[in-house]
């Protein structure tokens, strides 16, 4: 029987006591290790994190914590080659694609180790200046912002085991908070053995960062009001979650990143043979075939004007028609796998559902993989479809509706940039949208009227085409998180990401009183 991976919670690595979920590799189909959290005492291990972790870490000025980040980051980089070997084995990633997970989540802690020196070298942040609520000025408030008392409870999607993981414990750990991870199952081996490196480095105080593997029974019920909880996932699990009693009755305050229609709009002045549509081609590509899809911020509706639908059809399908798509352990292969038989099915559902109403202008099911069985791998090439007018995309046309979590996006002709500002708002909320041009009046234009529906709009011109970070990369300085369907949740964005980590009170009192905290 393959290994059974431990969990580390109340300070000390259990097994659980079932028999455990098998991970798989999702290429060759062959078992990995085994996950199981049956018959924790989860109340007595989060008791230890709140109470061992939580005021280690709160002892600790911003300072400090940075510092201990700072720790982390040497552990991680020690340990990366089994890193990398962990993905392509369990989540059938490329290289890359790795990198964007295991590298993006390095780089993540340590700009949290860095912004630490911008922050006061003391216990809490200050909030405002202080106004005086008395006429001779003998009383007066100040606000402040401390770190919450409770633990951080993360529950995270399948998709980055290990960004999903530091992009969120950066900022808690930085705010003083312990954090507890329970990862998807499907993927949850890297996300363990980063944990193991760093507990076992012994960088970060006892109970300060804890992992469940396996099911999320009795995870919810084990939170008090102070708590906080982090969600990323389905946004089916989402409902679920706000309706439990430790969010309506405990006040558990909660984070949501759910699923996302993004978008990427060609502005009209782009037209083919300019450098702004060649980029937008070349995301849109890039978007498609990344992690094989599996990214919350992955281009899902590309509009174009209804001029040049067909060109870019053809531009895009060329560059899908050239990506190499199977194991990833073949240095020929582009594009990797997606993570288990599971989301092959929803991927194919989706699909289906797609194409049932909408045009096939590039189609992944005729392609050849690359050393993968189709009977056993869940390797999917890339589809693009399309609808070829305008007046097609309805409002409450299913391409608005429906994430398929792969390999595919809908091309969608505008009549107006009107137009397409409308089409993008009917996917209610996202987390990203871009656009792409060379008149910077037009697009600045167009990114206001965007922004109410996103957390991020990505503005791509020539101007800064070597230097742009990418319509789905989530930058530790900018904000992550969408309203509306993408959760309502918000992320990172520099040192904002450690408000969801504090509680802003007001104190008041006498000036003196006030300048002596
Ligand atoms: P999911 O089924 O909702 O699972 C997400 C997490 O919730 C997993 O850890 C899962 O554990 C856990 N879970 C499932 N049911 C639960 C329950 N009743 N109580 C507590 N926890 C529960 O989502 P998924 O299919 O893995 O992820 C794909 C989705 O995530 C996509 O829709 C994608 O758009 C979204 N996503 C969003 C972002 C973002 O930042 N906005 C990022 C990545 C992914 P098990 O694995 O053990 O079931």
Redesign the pocket.
């Known amino acids: 029987m393959t290994e059974l991976l431990s969990n580390y919670l109340g300070g000390r690595w259990q097994a659980g006591t079932g028999s455990g979920a098998v991970l798989r590799d999702p290429v060759l189909g062959t078992e990995l290790v085994r996950v199981d959290a049956t018959g924790l005492d989860l109340r007595a291990g989060f008791a230890f994190a709140r109470e061992q972790g939580g005021r280690a870490l709160r002892a600790l000025t911003y300072r400090q914590r940075g510092e201990l980040l700072a720790n982390v980051v040497k552990v991680l980089q020690s340990h990366r080659d089994a890193y990398y070997e962990i993905s392509t084995a369990n989540s059938g990633t490329t290289k890359a694609d790795t990198g964007i997970d295991v590298d993006g989540a390095i780089y993540t802690v340590g700009s949290y180790a860095r912004l630490a020196a911008s922050l006061p070298d003391g216990h809490f942040l200050p909030d405002g200046d202080t106004q005086s609520l008395a006429k001779d000025g003998s009383f007066a408030t100040r606000h402040l912002q401390v770190p919450v008392q409770g633990l951080a409870l993360f ?6 085991p290990s960004w ?1 993981l530091w992009e969120k414990a950066a900022p808690a750990l930085l705010s003083g908070v312990p954090v507890v991870v ?5 993927t949850a081996w890297l996300t363990q053995r980063m944990v193991k490196d760093v507990v076992d480095a012994g960088v970060l105080p006892a109970g300060a960062l804890s992992v469940i593997c ?3 029974a009795g ?2 019920d084990a939170l008090e009001p102070l708590d906080v909880l982090s ?8 409902a ?2 706000r309706a439990h009693p430790a969010v309506t009755r405990h006040s558990v305050r909660v984070n949501i ?4 229609i993004n978008s990427a709009v060609l502005m009209p002045d782009a037209a083919p043979g300019t450098p702004a549509f060649d980029l937008f081609v070349k995301e849109l590509a890039r978007e498609m075939t990344q992690k094989a899809g599996q ?3 992955a281009i899902r509706r590309a509009f174009v004007a209804a001029a040049h639908y067909e060109a870019a059809a053809q531009a895009v399908g060329a560059r899908l028609a050239r990506t190499t798509v199977g194991n990833p352990r073949n240095e020929a292969v582009r594009m990797g796998s997606l993570v288990s038989r599971a989301q092959l099915a929803s991927v194919r559902e989706g699909l289906q559902a797609l194409r049932a109403a909408a045009d096939v202008l590039h189609d992944g099911s005729r392609a050849a993989l690359v050393d993968a069985d189709p009977a056993t791998s869940c390797c999917v090439a890339p589809t693009l479809l399309g609808l070829a007018t305008p007046d097609a995309v309805l409002a409450n046309h299913v391409v608005h509706e429906v ?1 398929v ?1 792969g390999p595919v996006a809908t091309l969608l002709p505008y009549a107006s940039v009107d137009q397409a500002v409308t089409q993008v708002a009917r996917g209610q909320g996202s ?1 990203v949208a871009s656009l792409y041009g060379d008149d910077a009046a037009q697009l600045a234009g167009a990114a206001l009227r965007l922004a109410p529906w996103h957390g991020r709009v990505h503005v791509v011109s020539p101007a800064c085409a070597a230097t742009q970070t990418g319509h789905g990369n989530v930058m530790p300085q900018s904000l ?3 309203p509306g369907r ?2 309502g ?1 918000a992320e990172l964005g520099g040192v904002r990401a450690l408000d969801f980590y504090h509680r802003r009170v007001a104190i008041q009192g006498a000036p003196e009183v006030l300048s002596a905290l």
């Open positions: 529950i995270n999607a399948f998709n980055f999903g329970k990862p998807a199952t499907a396996g099911g999320s995870l919810l969600f990323t996932g389905s946004a089916d699990t989402a679920i979650l990143e759910a699923d996302s990214k919350c911020t994430e979590f987390l992550h998180g969408g993408a959760g949740g």
